[in-house]
């Protein structure tokens, strides 16, 4: 099947724009960093909506937000080349296995090719599932992943399914040592995940770690992330709870916006990002501040110099 067809160009997809919809339109051939949306919530468990994530991150990169971005003094177009694909044309049906299979089927081939050409991929969620697809095919650079969320996700299984929105970084301990993992901002987790999370070395920086002493997590991120390849996973629901009112599972005691970017401008700008994910971005009741949030944080890591490689 041709790599393009795979994708429901950005223009037909409900937000009706492509990421940024910026003036200066980049080919694929010349783009370094390429967006694609996957509007699926097939097992979230209790709030639904995050299918809209892709939505919300056009509408609002495209309509409400400026490409300028302030405290880079530079256009969005001028620092990161980025082409958006579209959403992927997932199949109508009710059954989870089969949509889990195609997108096992789909996703990881379609990024390998990606990292063929070069680019960086940006997957815009949909659940938390997806950043399994994504990563796997990743596993081989032997990435440092980065993970924000309210939640480790790395349960074995969860109401009798193996793969769902909150397993996802169980199952990629089978292609990527638990050393590669740093999970920031965690404040909701079980028993049984704390020590699978502990036994695989795991790194961890709770929510309360981050409010008492961000300058260390910070200058960990620094050291860490030097002259390595990185992922990020970013779970809208690091942000605490006021933040997010339309994802799946909100948790107060979270991170604030200037927490996230201070962290982020603390990953060292010779690290070299191969891929990211933004995840659990919902869109309820035309309320659009999560998509704002979600897009802005996107402008922010895109524009850092470790995106640019
Ligand atoms: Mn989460």
Same mark, same amino acid.
């Given at each position: 099947m041709d790599f393009f067809n795979l994708f429901i160009v950005p223009e037909k997809t409900? !937000?009706?724009? @492509? %990421?940024?919809?910026?003036?200066v339109k980049i080919s694929f051939k010349e783009s370094k960093v390429v967006f694609y949306g996957v509007?699926?919530? !097939?097992?979230? @468990? %209790?709030?639904?909506?995050?299918?809209r994530g892709p939505e919300a991150i056009r509408l609002t990169s495209a309509?409400?937000?400026?490409?300028?971005?302030l405290d880079e003094k530079a256009d969005i177009y001028d620092l990161s080349k980025i082409y958006d694909l579209g959403d992927l044309r997932i199949?109508?049906?009710?059954s989870v296995n089969r949509m889990l299979s195609f997108l096992d089927d789909t996703i990881p081939g379609a990024v390998e090719t990606l990292r063929q050409e070069g680019k960086i991929p940006v997957m815009m969620g949909?659940?938390?599932?997806l950043s399994y697809y994504q990563l796997k095919a990743l596993a081989k650079e032997r990435p440092l992943v980065i993970h924000f969320d309210?939640?480790?996700?790395?349960?074995?299984?969860y109401e009798g399914m193996k793969m769902c929105h909150t397993t996802p970084f169980y199952h990629l301990l089978e292609y990527i040592p638990g050393e590669n993992f740093v999970q920031i901002g965690i404040r909701q987790t079980d028993r049984e995940e704390n020590e699978i999370a502990a036994k695989n070395g795991v790194t961890t920086f709770d929510a309360w770690q981050v409010h008492e002493d961000i300058e260390s997590v910070a200058d960990y991120l620094n050291r860490a992330t030097a002259g390595k390849k990185i992922y990020i996973s970013f779970d809208?629901?690091?942000?605490?709870?006021?933040?997010?009112?339309?994802?799946?599972t909100p948790e107060p005691f979270g991170l604030d916006p200037f927490q996230v970017l201070h962290l982020v401008k603390a990953i060292s700008p010779s690290a070299q990002l191969i891929g990211m994910d933004m995840v659990e971005v919902g869109l309820k009741n035309d309320d659009y501040r999560e998509g704002a949030l979600a897009t802005q944080t996107l402008l922010r890591i895109l524009s850092r110099e470790y995106a640019r490689k």
């Open positions: 409900k !937000a009706g724009y @492509s %990421f940024a919809d910026t003036p509007p699926l919530d !097939a097992t979230t @468990s %209790f709030g639904k909506g995050t299918a309509r409400q937000i400026e490409t300028f971005v199949p109508r049906t009710k949909g659940e938390h599932t309210a939640h480790r996700d790395m349960k074995p299984e809208i629901d690091v942000y605490d709870l006021p933040y997010v009112p339309c994802t799946g």
